[in-house]
């Protein structure tokens, strides 16, 4: 039996955070989107005065979502993932211990992922928008985080970096399946493909991991548009380099900036405090990516019959839904933003509840380039059957190509 939020340390973990977002120097529109909310104040405001927190009795939330689908369908779908997000979060009653909190962050995920999927189908400007989503909530010395996608989670604690998150990518599956190495990933040439995002399907797989913290762990939270442009020592010494929340998510993004900014960049830095956070000490377990492995009972709650009952059958895009993703080729749409930190998206103020039923058959019929990110949710795959996909698919493009060339 785990803790009750008042007997686990609420309101003793302090926290100094802050987050930022930028178009990067290609992109003309900023399809990402990020969450920092003080749940029992309910507040997600980045002023000055908001930018040290003490956890309390509902929690911390964290959250960076990278949208994708073009003509602003992306912003669309980030936006409706963060919010969707933190009103699951801030309602109801005050979680009853970690496992209550994990479940229910689970579950605001995968509401979020429907939200967006059924939207998709009501509006056809926005068929086949989608987001990652890394959403990372606390109310005491565990850290959760709630992983879709290959946006991810970083823990700095004193000179070791390590990503606590796992990319949802196939070139991340052939790298832990021994058919690539990290060097070979960096020049793979379908390092765009991500096995699933919020609003791509009905239902998605929420990887679900943790972090006992210690005092002066630093979270670091990014979008591919950060760690693919920085390479991983980099991002190491500037969290060293930079106490400052504020400073070091600055500097992140010049970074990320500098070395092109192909793509939007997203960051979130939190540093952890207070004197109910352990030491480090060196009988401490190894800092890595580990999952967090809910009750039985709360278990099954979330497993994909018990998350469909009571919802009827959606149709829509299983395979071939694309992110834009960085090129060389420079901007093809207006220019609408900038640099946005902790501003107000388009969506603020949209009402956010029910919806008619939705529609039946919609297909994503946007055009995608060739260098756009392709989702195909089919985790949990054999990897042959992965690979078999990607085959197929880039062999019909080679063939109509060449067709088209005939003719």
């Known amino acids: 039996m785990t803790d009750s939020p008042a007997q686990a340390q609420a309101g003793t973990i302090r926290l100094r955070l802050f987050g930022r977002t930028d178009v990067g120097r290609v992109r003309e529109h900023n399809e990402d989107n990020f969450l920092i909310a003080d749940l029992t104040r309910k507040s997600r405001s980045l002023l000055e005065q908001d930018r040290q927190q003490v956890v309390g009795e509902r ?37 009853r211990d970690r496992d209550d909190l994990a479940r229910r962050l689970v579950r605001a995920v995968e509401a979020a992922g429907l939200r967006i999927y059924s939207e998709a189908k009501l509006d056809r400007q926005h068929r086949g928008m989608g987001t990652t989503a890394t959403v990372a909530a606390l109310i005491d010395s565990h850290l959760f985080l709630a992983q879709v996608g290959d946006s991810r989670g970083y823990i700095l604690r004193g000179d070791r970096l390590v990503q606590v998150t796992r990319d949802q990518s196939l070139v991340n599956q052939l790298i832990e399946a021994g058919q690539l190495t990290e060097e070979e990933a960096e020049n793979f040439e379908h390092n765009n493909i991500i096995l699933q995002a919020l609003g791509t399907a009905d239902s998605v797989q929420v990887d679900l991991t943790y972090v006992e913290l210690r005092r002066g762990d630093t ?14 020592d980099d991002l190491r010494e500037t969290l060293r380099a930079n106490d400052d929340p504020f400073e070091a998510c600055r500097v992140l993004v010049e970074k990320a900036n500098q070395a092109g900014g192909h793509d939007n960049i997203t960051c979130i830095v939190a540093k952890f405090d207070g004197e109910t956070l352990q ?43 694309t992110k834009d993703r ?45 260098d756009d990110e392709v989702i195909i949710p089919v985790s949990g795959a054999p990897l042959w059957v992965l690979l078999a996909i990607v085959l197929g698919v880039f062999g019909a493009i080679i063939g109509l190509a060449f067709f088209l060339m005939r003719t």
Not at 219 to 232: A, E, K, T
Not at 288 to 306: H, I
Not at 351 to 368: I, S, T
């Open 59 to 95: 929690g911390t939330l964290m959250a960076v979502c990278d949208g994708m689908g073009g003509a602003a369908a992306g912003e669309v779908a980030s936006e409706l993932a963060v919010n969707i997000i933190y009103e699951k979060l801030a309602e109801g009653d005050v979680p």
């Open 326 to 370: 960085l090129t060389d080729h420079g901007p093809s749409k207006s220019k609408v933003a900038t640099t946005m930190v902790g501003g107000q998206s388009p969506l603020a103020g949209m009402d956010l509840g029910g919806k008619d039923k939705p529609l039946k058959g919609a297909w994503h019929e946007g055009p995608g380039a060739a």
């Open 219 to 232: 979270l670091m939270m990014c979008s591919d548009g950060l760690s693919g442009m920085v390479r991983f």
């Open 279 to 321: 030491p480090v000490s060196d009988e401490d377990a190894v800092l890595r990516y580990s999952k967090y492995s809910l009750p039985d009972d709360v278990a099954n709650e979330l497993t994909p019959a018990a998350r469909r009952s009571g919802i009827k059958e959606l149709d829509g895009p299983k395979i071939g839904e």
